[in-house]
């Protein structure tokens, strides 16, 4: 049962573009989301995170969306560089009250390339 | 350098064997968590200990324990090692445990390799 889904697992842009990763999830009790970017060989490292009183949350080049309704958020990455290469992982979890307490749920990943 | 460590970083070791995994949580968080990866799936949740006290357990098996000692390092246990057990067991900690919004801050991982 993958209540976090990642459906592209691969992305390649040029650098300076926009990078758009997506995320779905089926849990309606999921009200923290966050996402992660991992380099080989290391653990994943936090990159932004939003709440489900919020649409959108941003941080210098990271923008996440939330779009409660379709159950969707995606992670806009602008301008990409480089060094942004990595596996982008989406989680989710929720507060008490629910089996997913504490626990984060993670998609798949989606490994981003980015051109110079 | 998110400040969670994790010993050792490589483990080789052999099938019906038992390995502990060491993970020092960063300074002042009091929750540490645990998680798999293997090659053919994401991360799974397995474990989860708040200020020493189990909090919530995924899908962790029977052959695999953990605990959380008065200094907030944790350990998790894997014995009867089976080739399947080979994968990346990542440790992560974060201030408080699951009725507040945390982040939670990984470690760098021990590779298991069960041979």
């Known amino acids: 049962d993958q209540q976090v889904k990642q459906n592209s697992p691969s992305l390649s842009v040029q650098e300076g573009r926009i990078s758009i990763l997506n995320c779905d999830y089926t849990?309606?009790?999921?009200?923290?989301f966050l996402w992660y970017k991992k380099y080989p060989a290391e653990g994943p490292t936090f990159l932004i995170s939003i709440s489900s009183i919020k649409d959108k949350n941003e941080d210098g080049r990271f923008t996440v969306f939330l779009n409660k309704s379709a159950k969707h958020l995606s992670l806009h990455i602008v301008p990409s560089q480089p060094g942004d290469s990595a596996v982008y992982f989406c989680?989710?979890?929720?507060?008490?009250?629910?089996?997913?307490?504490?626990?984060?749920?993670f998609g798949q990943g989606t490994t981003l390339q980015v051109k110079p | 350098d998110s400040g969670v460590t994790q010993t050792p970083k490589h483990l080789i070791t052999a099938t019906g064997q038992r390995v502990t995994l060491r993970c020092s949580p960063r300074s002042g968080d009091l929750s540490v968590y645990w998680y798999q990866q293997s090659l053919d799936q994401g991360l799974q949740f397995l474990i989860h200990y708040y200020n020493g006290e189990e909090r919530a357990k995924g899908n962790i098996l029977e052959r695999f324990s953990a605990q959380q000692f008065p200094d907030l390092h944790s350990e998790l246990n894997l014995s009867s090692l089976e080739l399947g057990d080979s994968a990346l067991y990542f440790c992560?900690?974060?201030?408080?445990?699951?009725?507040?919004?945390?982040?939670?801050?990984f470690g760098p991982g021990t590779r298991l390799t069960v041979l």
């Open positions: 989680a989710a979890s929720a507060r008490r009250g629910s089996s997913n307490t504490g626990k984060l749920i």
């Open positions: 992560a900690s974060s201030l408080r445990g699951g009725s507040s919004y945390n982040e939670q801050f």
């Open positions: 849990n309606s009790m999921f009200d923290y």
